[in-house]
């Protein structure tokens, strides 16, 4: 293709804003038309890089110290993708809009034949799923889906080790992730399944991806358990911590937040109550995968670890020994949610070494988010789009079979049976 791309964005919130940051960062001038039902959270995001304020308003794709075109903030923005993708000169699309909608929009840019960049995951029911890989299986243009982690030093680092033989052959998993952040999702749009299908489709994405990118081999099965323990209730939807009258003594009250444990007061959207009725996902799961061969995972993902307690990683057990994978390594941010220190540790321990012999390697991510995987994930996407080599993978394939599992493990849950992923690959 051309070396000049000439990008557009459905979905400007902080996920498809973060995506334009770091695009013109990398090549200015590349993003050229956006869409979306308003262009609040773009002025708010780009308004804040163009005003040197600080970047945490672009979430996950923060980018600090980043200088962007001046004007940028006067693309052509348009409310009607069909409009935008008909009238922009463009060839390649950033997908960020809401979860429920991703396989109506790649099927519309599919149709233009059009390089496509989707936000995960790549749909939410097993039915788009399926329709979104019978479209980009085999399509004849770029197509992404966005799993950040897979371009984490650390993920790179410990998938290298199991290619090299260095823990033997895999054997088991054991992989946890505990959410410190996890009342967030139940304060916003992603805490009914009509928005987002699961806590699965989330977040165990990527931690299904980063197990499968390591390990190196497909999944054939799952059995899965679930259930909402901690938020949902009978709470009014619209509730918000200031006007409830319980606010000084409910648990999760943004108020006591601030008051005994030190965190910045939330506001608007930011303190709704986690105990709304309409909350109807669950907030803990655990899953078991069987992969070719014979190996086996556990995974288990919770959402109400207090803020030191967040945890996230594994151990991978192999015929000649263990490796240890924890992306928390130290953390240590502040209340604000910015990280002071931040660094991601792999311990090995070889069955053959010496009593006290071990591996250890640290990957510092201070300053990044996705534990130094994001910025990697951008730039093998355009390594992608310029037909250049890239050891981050981050196609559509990778996509697909990450949401099955997540689908399955769903339709386990439900069932109470074991699901067999009948992947089509």
């Known amino acids: 293709m051309a070396d000049e791309l000439k990008i557009a964005c459905i979905g400007a919130g902080s996920s498809g804003a973060g995506h334009i940051?770091?695009?013109?960062?990398?090549?200015?001038?590349?993003?050229?038309?956006?869409?979306?039902?308003?262009?609040?959270?773009?002025?708010?995001?780009?308004?804040?890089?163009?005003?040197?304020?600080?970047?945490?308003?672009?979430?996950?794709?923060?980018?600090?110290?980043?200088?962007?075109?001046?004007?940028?903030?006067?693309?052509?923005?348009?409310?009607?993708?069909?409009?935008?993708?008909?009238?922009?000169?463009?060839?390649?699309?950033?997908?960020?809009?809401w979860c429920s909608t991703h396989y109506e929009m790649v099927e519309k840019c599919a149709r233009r034949n059009l390089n496509i960049l989707l936000e995960k995951p790549i749909a939410i029911t097993g039915t788009d799923v399926d329709k979104c890989w019978a479209l980009l299986k085999d399509y004849p243009k770029v197509a992404t889906v966005n799993f950040t982690m897979r371009g984490a030093p650390a993920t790179l680092a410990a998938a290298g080790h199991i290619r090299a033989g260095t823990i033997g052959d895999v054997v088991s998993v054991q992989y946890v992730n505990n959410v410190h952040y996890g009342d967030g999702y139940f304060r916003s749009w992603m805490r009914t399944r009509e928005k987002i299908g699961s806590l699965l489709l989330q977040k165990a994405t990527h931690d299904f991806d980063v197990i499968n990118t390591i390990i190196g081999r497909t999944p054939v099965s799952v059995a899965a358990f679930g259930s909402r323990l901690v938020y949902g209730g009978d709470m009014p939807n619209d509730l918000t911590c200031d006007v409830c009258d319980r606010k000084d003594t409910c648990p999760m009250s943004v108020y006591r937040l601030q008051q005994e444990g030190a965190r910045p007061m939330s506001s608007g959207k930011g303190q709704k109550?986690?105990?709304?009725?309409?909350?109807?996902?669950?907030?803990?799961?655990?899953?078991?995968?069987?992969?070719?061969?014979?190996?086996?995972?556990?995974?288990?993902?919770?959402?109400?670890?207090?803020?030191?307690?967040?945890?996230?990683?594994?151990?991978?057990?192999?015929?000649?020994?263990?490796?240890?994978?924890?992306?928390?390594?130290?953390?240590?941010?502040?209340?604000?949610g910015e990280a002071l220190v931040g660094n991601s540790r792999i311990d090995i321990m070889q069955r053959l070494a010496k009593p006290e012999s071990s591996i250890r390697e640290v990957y510092d991510w201070t300053g990044e988010s996705h534990f130094g995987g994001t910025k990697p994930g951008m730039r093998a996407k355009l390594d992608l789009l310029h037909s250049r080599p890239t050891d981050v993978e981050n196609t559509i394939r990778e996509g697909y079979i990450s949401a099955k599992m997540c689908i399955a493990a769903e339709e386990s849950i439900e069932t109470g049976r074991v699901v067999e992923l009948d992947l089509d690959l």
């Open 273 to 336: 109550c986690v105990y709304a009725s309409e909350i109807d996902i669950d907030d803990n799961h655990t899953v078991i995968i069987n992969y070719e061969g014979g190996v086996t995972a556990s995974y288990s993902q919770s959402f109400c670890a207090p803020q030191r307690g967040g945890r996230r990683g594994g151990f991978f057990i192999g015929t000649a020994g263990t490796m240890e994978l924890q992306y928390y390594g130290e953390f240590v941010e502040t209340p604000e």
């Open 21 to 97: 940051v770091l695009l013109e960062q990398y090549e200015p001038g590349c993003v050229v038309a956006f869409c979306d039902i308003d262009r609040t959270r773009f002025d708010k995001i780009i308004g804040g890089y163009l005003a040197g304020s600080a970047a945490a308003e672009s979430g996950d794709f923060r980018t600090d110290g980043v200088t962007l075109r001046a004007d940028l903030a006067d693309i052509p923005f348009y409310t009607d993708p069909d409009e935008m993708l008909d009238k922009a000169d463009i060839d390649t699309v950033i997908i960020a809009s």
